[in-house]
């Protein structure tokens, strides 16, 4: 990427002034399709996180006397600034993640829109009147902003991630210290000049951007600290579990989005060319690395080897390369752990017995690239199935009946997402109330949106992002109760 981007930005931004870490450290931020320096970025370490906090906190207490009315005029200005700088952030999205263009043109056109949702939901949050329980007694239930969030976001959508969690944030009146992944932080950057231009106050919206060595210090510090009230983490289970350890020592709310391991589930009565293309799109959407993709596609045995022959016809198609080529299909994975661990799940599957389809090895260009890979027979006790593959790896499983097909589906401590085709009625109502995930997609894999709750059971987090009960995940209620002298 040329370095005349506007929106490249190297500092921490804290109080509303761009700073450089009180070390004085930089860790660089490298492109994953072509191994080149994008930029040198500031190491924030816990001294930093420390100081936003203290802004952070000291902002909130003017931020969140602010109307809803006003908070929503900025999320929408702030949104309108974001469009019209869609081709600049893309650009950045594919430097710093290896996205196609076309993907990351969606995701900061999708981030914008979080904005503007959040904009419309900042006006509608409501409390409640309760029946009186007595004469001359009345309660009331309101909400309000908890405080200080620190926000740990991801990089394989880092712009939507950001604006899904400081959107809701915002709009009820919260301050925030985002920390950005280590591997995407120029996305959150480019952001803080808009913020400012729309009006968000200094000290309201700050980003410390960190190496991967520093983010342990700096997410414990977020955890711990007295001043910050909410932790909002999207990232493995993991680090979650971390976390979620850290911050009982000060009790605070917590909501995680953590990994996946999502069944995509194919019955004899589907619309096979639907399910092809569903399954298809879903898998190989930014190179196979989204938390919702489908990591284990079941194939009911009357329709297997069609389903098995189209999906290897679609990605045998793929064209691998630079996001930035017109012509490109899929990119690069974010580092070359991704690219080990794809490669150590096809092996140990053909090791027990499963057969390549398409790919099945690293890419001739070398570097972070795999490529896209449909591998058939996989047992289910291969690592396609039991770990989170988060790579380019269809990994398609025979099986024979419903009950065979749910058993499989919900055998995972991970629940994040589901998916299944099926045109029975009966067998859709049995299916989707025993899928044992956060959301499923019936007939469908891309229904994901801004009014949708979105989040995991079982160890695939906790609470919800997005929609009005995403707003929720950072307020405290307050019962008032009233005596009427």
Same mark, same amino acid.
């Given at each position: 990427?040329?370095?005349?981007?506007?929106?490249?930005?190297?500092? &921490?931004? $804290?109080?509303?002034?761009?700073v450089?870490?009180? &070390?004085?450290?930089?860790?660089?931020?490298?492109?994953?399709?072509?191994?080149?320096?994008?930029?040198?970025?500031?190491?924030?370490?816990? !001294?930093d996180?420390?100081?936003?906090i203290?802004?952070?906190?000291?902002?909130?207490?003017?931020?969140?006397?602010?109307?809803?009315?006003?908070r929503?005029?900025?999320?929408?200005?702030?949104? @309108?600034?974001?469009?019209?700088?869609?081709?600049?952030?893309?650009?950045?999205?594919?430097?710093?993640?290896?996205?196609?263009?076309?993907?990351?043109?969606?995701?900061?056109?999708?981030?914008?829109?979080?904005l503007?949702?959040?904009?419309?939901?900042?006006?509608?949050?409501?409390?409640?009147?309760?029946?009186p329980?007595?004469?001359?007694?009345?309660?009331?239930?309101i909400?309000?902003p908890?405080?200080?969030a620190?926000?740990?976001?991801?990089?394989?959508?880092?712009?939507?991630?950001?604006?899904?969690?400081?959107g809701?944030?915002l !709009?009820?009146?919260?301050?925030?210290?985002?920390?950005?992944?280590?591997?995407?932080?120029?996305?959150?950057?480019? =952001?803080?000049?808009?913020?400012?231009?729309?009006?968000?106050?200094?000290?309201v919206?700050?980003?410390?951007?960190?190496?991967?060595?520093?983010?342990?210090?700096?997410?414990?510090?977020?955890?711990?600290s007295?001043?910050?009230?909410?932790?909002?983490?999207?990232?493995?289970?993991?680090?979650?579990?971390? =976390?979620?350890?850290q911050?009982?020592?000060?009790?605070?709310?917590?909501?995680?989005?953590?990994?996946?391991? &999502?069944?995509?589930?194919?019955?004899?009565?589907?619309?096979?060319?639907?399910?092809?293309?569903?399954?298809?799109f879903?898998?190989?959407?930014?190179? +196979?690395?989204?938390?919702?993709?489908?990591?284990?596609?079941?194939?009911?045995?009357?329709?297997?080897?069609?389903?098995?022959?189209?999906?290897?016809?679609?990605?045998?198609?793929?064209?691998?390369?630079?996001?930035?080529?017109?012509?490109?299909s899929?990119?690069?994975?974010?580092?070359?752990r991704?690219?080990?661990?794809?490669?150590?799940?096809?092996?140990?599957a053909?090791?027990?017995g499963?057969?390549?389809?398409t790919?099945?090895?690293?890419?001739?260009?070398?570097?972070?690239?795999?490529?896209?890979?449909?591998?058939?027979?996989?047992?289910?006790? !291969?690592?396609?199935?039991?770990?989170?593959?988060f790579?380019?790896?269809?990994?398609?499983?025979?099986?024979?009946?419903?009950e065979?097909? $749910?058993?499989?589906?919900?055998?995972?401590?991970?629940?994040?997402?589901?998916?299944?085709?099926?045109?029975?009625?009966? @067998?859709?109502?049995r299916?989707?109330e025993?899928?044992?995930?956060?959301?499923?997609?019936?007939?469908?894999?891309?229904?994901?949106?801004?009014?949708?709750?979105?989040?995991?059971?079982?160890?695939?987090? =906790?609470g919800?992002e997005?929609?009005?009960?995403?707003?929720?995940?950072?307020?405290?209620?307050?019962?008032? +109760?009233?005596?009427? =002298?």
């Amino acid at each position: 990427m040329a370095p005349a981007n506007p929106l490249i930005r190297d500092k &921490s931004y $804290i109080g509303g002034a761009w700073v450089p870490a009180k &070390s004085g450290a930089t860790f660089a931020v490298t492109n994953p399709a072509t191994g080149e320096l994008i930029a040198n970025v500031t190491d924030s370490g816990a !001294a930093d996180t420390d100081r936003a906090i203290d802004v952070a906190h000291t902002a909130f207490k003017t931020w969140k006397k602010t109307t809803a009315t006003e908070r929503a005029a900025i999320l929408n200005r702030f949104a @309108q600034l974001m469009d019209e700088n869609v081709e600049n952030l893309a650009k950045i999205i594919i430097a710093e993640n290896g996205k196609k263009m076309a993907e990351a043109q969606v995701e900061a056109q999708g981030a914008a829109s979080c904005l503007r949702y959040y904009a419309e939901e900042a006006t509608r949050t409501t409390g409640d009147v309760l029946v009186p329980h007595a004469r001359g007694k009345r309660v009331l239930v309101i909400r309000q902003p908890v405080g200080v969030a620190g926000l740990i976001t991801p990089w394989n959508f880092p712009l939507e991630m950001i604006t899904r969690k400081a959107g809701a944030a915002l !709009a009820v009146g919260c301050t925030m210290v985002i920390k950005p992944s280590e591997d995407t932080p120029l996305s959150a950057l480019a =952001l803080c000049d808009m913020a400012k231009k729309a009006g968000v106050p200094d000290g309201v919206f700050n980003v410390v951007p960190c190496s991967r060595p520093n983010a342990p210090a700096v997410g414990k510090v977020m955890c711990e600290s007295l001043l910050v009230s909410k932790i909002s983490f999207t990232g493995s289970t993991a680090v979650g579990k971390i =976390l979620l350890s850290q911050a009982a020592s000060t009790v605070k709310k917590v909501s995680l989005e953590l990994g996946g391991n &999502s069944p995509l589930i194919v019955f004899d009565s589907a619309n096979l060319e639907a399910a092809v293309m569903g399954a298809f799109f879903l898998r190989f959407y930014g190179a +196979g690395q989204v938390c919702v993709s489908a990591n284990r596609i079941l194939v009911q045995e009357g329709i297997y080897d069609k389903f098995c022959e189209k999906m290897k016809q679609h990605v045998s198609g793929m064209v691998v390369g630079n996001g930035m080529d017109p012509k490109t299909s899929m990119g690069p994975l974010i580092n070359q752990r991704g690219v080990e661990k794809v490669e150590r799940h096809v092996q140990d599957a053909v090791k027990q017995g499963a057969r390549i389809l398409t790919g099945g090895n690293r890419s001739k260009l070398g570097g972070n690239f795999f490529e896209p890979t449909v591998i058939c027979d996989v047992p289910t006790t !291969a690592l396609p199935c039991t770990e989170e593959t988060f790579g380019p790896l269809a990994s398609i499983v025979k099986f024979k009946t419903e009950e065979e097909a $749910i058993t499989i589906a919900n055998n995972t401590r991970m629940g994040l997402a589901g998916y299944f085709y099926s045109n029975d009625m009966s @067998q859709i109502w049995r299916v989707a109330e025993e899928m044992e995930v956060g959301q499923v997609g019936i007939n469908d894999t891309f229904f994901f949106n801004n009014a949708a709750p979105f989040g995991g059971v079982k160890e695939s987090g =906790l609470g919800v992002e997005s929609s009005k009960y995403g707003l929720h995940e950072f307020q405290n209620i307050k019962t008032m +109760g009233f005596g009427l =002298l």
